[in-house]
């Protein structure tokens, strides 16, 4: 008998894989900084160390499986019914968890390109068709074109705002006349990971949205703005039709009681959280504006990190930073990702960035 080893899905081998920010290696000569994954570089509140610390003595449970604390405290945050609250292990497990909701093979999920990279990975694993709607020039969603790309197949379109990696939001008029005029069998996912870094004028009501349309999924996390990304809790808001269809595809048991009691203590300890979000905010004002000033072309980021679209261009500023201590997130010839860290990360970045503007007039 011939071998040929276990027989898979040949169409995996297609699948890009997710990549992952990179850590900076370790050295010697200079602190050395993360700042390739949009994570908080705060350390974890006192209060919410001890919430883990107290649920640690009980990890030989199994945790609740329906989290019911964090669901109430997330319902009444927002004042929705529990019923419309699903959690999952990060908020990306519940994109994931959507798609096998909705979709299957044949079937075609869409977003705006370039946008988040899991999409097209769980599209993909969904054996469904990615449809990805290049962005406007200035980096936002182009929902004329989205609306035009609509097919009888259409199962999920994702709404990324502020949009990953290039920090736009989505006009929050055009979102509510797009919303109106997809077909509402349709699930439309808000992705708002990032909206706690929107001033509150500029947001979209996507709590009103939802409550108004039953094919509307809102999209939150803990891993940004909380700072709980290496604790993987992330949830939905939606009418019960979508809610019961991701609370009977998530991973059993999949957040764990530690998670739990985290978000719970960081929703209590919001106020103090969200001081530090208004201090990134400013910070990636004045990081945004330097550049600016330096000649470097970016629109304005509505999020923790900032985009520079410098196209073949970006391997120069990568390498110049990588040989700084400053691991980033490069998209080979399109671009670079960069988070806004400590004030001595953003400062290293703005000096570098200046030295490689100054040698390399091509960047202007
Ligand atoms: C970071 C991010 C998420 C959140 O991922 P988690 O799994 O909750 O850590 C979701 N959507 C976008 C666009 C993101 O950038």
């Known amino acids: 008998m011939i071998n040929n080893g276990p027989r ?52 030989n449970r199994y945790p609740d499986p329906f989290s019911s604390e964090l669901v109430a405290a997330i319902a009444q945050h927002f004042e929705v019914p529990a019923e419309h609250i ?28 370039r946008s988040f990279e899991s999409y097209p ?19 936002s969603h182009d929902l004329d074109a989205m609306l035009q790309a609509i097919t009888p197949e259409t199962r999920v379109i994702f709404v ?68 709980l990304a290496g604790l993987r809790v992330g949830f939905t808001i939606s009418q019960e ?12 048991f999949g957040v764990s009681s530690i998670a739990q009691a985290a978000a719970i203590a960081s929703i209590n300890a919001e106020s103090e959280l969200f001081e530090r979000v208004s201090w990134v905010t400013k910070e990636r004002n004045r990081v945004a504006s330097e550049l600016t000033a330096m000649g470097y072309q970016l629109n304005p980021s509505f ?27 490069p998209f080979p010839g399109e671009g670079l990702r960069i988070s806004i860290g400590e004030t001595e990360a953003n400062d290293r970045f703005i000096e570098v960035a200046r030295q490689v503007a100054s040698e390399s007039g091509a960047l202007r």
């Open 8 to 59: 898979l899905r040949p169409d995996l081998e297609a699948l890009p894989s997710y990549k992952a920010g990179q850590r900076p290696a370790p050295r010697s000569d200079i602190t050395t900084f993360k700042i390739s994954s949009n994570e908080s570089h705060f350390a974890p509140l006192a209060s919410v160390q001890d919430a883990i610390v107290a649920a640690a003595t009980d990890i």
């Open 86 to 113: 699903a959690l999952g292990t990060g908020s990306v497990a519940l994109c994931g968890q959507i798609i096998q909701s909705a979709a299957g093979p044949g079937d075609e999920i869409m977003y705006a390109w």
């Open 121 to 139: 990975i769980w599209t993909g694993i969904a054996g469904a068709q990615s449809i990805q709607i290049p962005l406007k020039p200035d980096e």
């Open 160 to 227: 990324c705002s502020p949009n990953n990696p290039t920090g736009q939001i989505v006009d929050s008029v055009e979102l509510e006349h797009f919303i109106a005029a997809v077909p509402s069998e349709i699930v439309i996912v808000l992705d708002e990971a990032y909206i706690e870094y929107v001033p509150p004028e500029k947001r979209s009501d996507s709590i009103r949205l939802y409550r108004e349309n039953s094919n509307v999924v809102v999209l939150r996390t803990f891993s940004k703005a909380y700072g």
């Open 241 to 252: 039709p979508i809610t019961n269809a991701l609370r009977k595809t998530a991973l059993p």
């Open 303 to 329: 999020a923790n990190f900032v985009w520079l679209r410098l196209g073949t261009h970006s391997d120069v500023l990568h390498q110049a930073l990588e040989q700084s201590g400053l691991s980033v997130r």
